[in-house]
């Protein structure tokens, strides 16, 4: 059974899309902050008679990641990387604290470079995968008060399309998913949007990103409710 695995997991548009993968034959691997919400999306696929499994690590730390991605591989075939964990960083930039633009960059870009790396090496040797890269159209333009998270999000822009055209001709794809709002708990703590329940749902979004799986790049604009 071929393995996928993905950050951030426990809530929003990851634990959709761990449900979907899950009920399309995946074996899914389920990465994010909280092990109770995490075990709650492993349950929910194993009443549907999928398979899944946990693993806590750091993905700011690549010593973790290499380590916990060697016993994966041990277990498992890994195909598959959905590198979707991120957070927020918002407001006039001029506001901005230091330890805001650091923690943003640890997680949303090393994180995601970290992990790719450390998952490649398993995709060479067999040979095929898959890197979805969970990016927000904050990653496609500048947008009024996310100059910190816009920059973060264009950086993985510009690290998925090199790895497309490195990759390119190989059973390896790489796919940026550039997506605006959701319904999710990533605007908790945060009043930079008045209303994120007029958003689209991550279940809507999930299955608009698989549905485009065959696209090195998925766009799904924001798109209010009614």
């Known amino acids: 059974m071929k393995t996928i695995i993905i950050t951030g997991a426990g809530t929003g548009l990851g634990k959709e899309l761990s449900l979907l993968l899950a009920k399309q034959g995946y074996h899914t691997v389920l990465i994010g902050r909280s092990e109770a919400a995490l075990n709650e999306v492993k349950q929910q696929i194993e009443q549907d008679e999928g398979h899944a499994s946990i693993l806590s690590l750091d993905i700011r730390n690549p010593e973790d990641i290499k380590e916990k ?16 964990a991120g957070i927020g960083c918002f407001g006039p930039f001029s506001q901005a604290m230091d330890q805001e633009v650091e923690d943003t960059f640890s997680t949303n870009v090393l994180g995601t470079i970290h992990m790719t790396k ?11 995968g898959l890197v979805l890269n969970i990016i927000s159209t904050a990653g496609l333009r500048g947008k009024k008060h996310e100059a910190i998270y816009s920059a973060s999000k264009f950086a993985i822009r510009g690290f998925t399309e090199s790895l497309q055209k490195e990759y390119e001709g190989s059973n390896i794809t790489f796919i940026a998913a550039y997506m605006g709002g959701m319904d999710t708990p990533f605007w908790e703590g945060s009043n930079h949007v008045e209303n994120p329940a007029k958003f689209r749902s ?22 209010t409710k009614g």
């Open 202 to 223: 991550p279940q809507e979004v999930a299955k608009l990103i698989l549905e485009q799986l065959d696209q090195d790049t998925i766009i799904i604009e924001s798109k």
């Open 118 to 128: 450390a998952v490649l090496p398993y995709l060479e040797n067999n040979e095929e």
């Open 69 to 84: 991605m060697l016993v994966l591989n041990k277990h498992h075939h890994l195909y598959g990387l959905i590198n979707n």
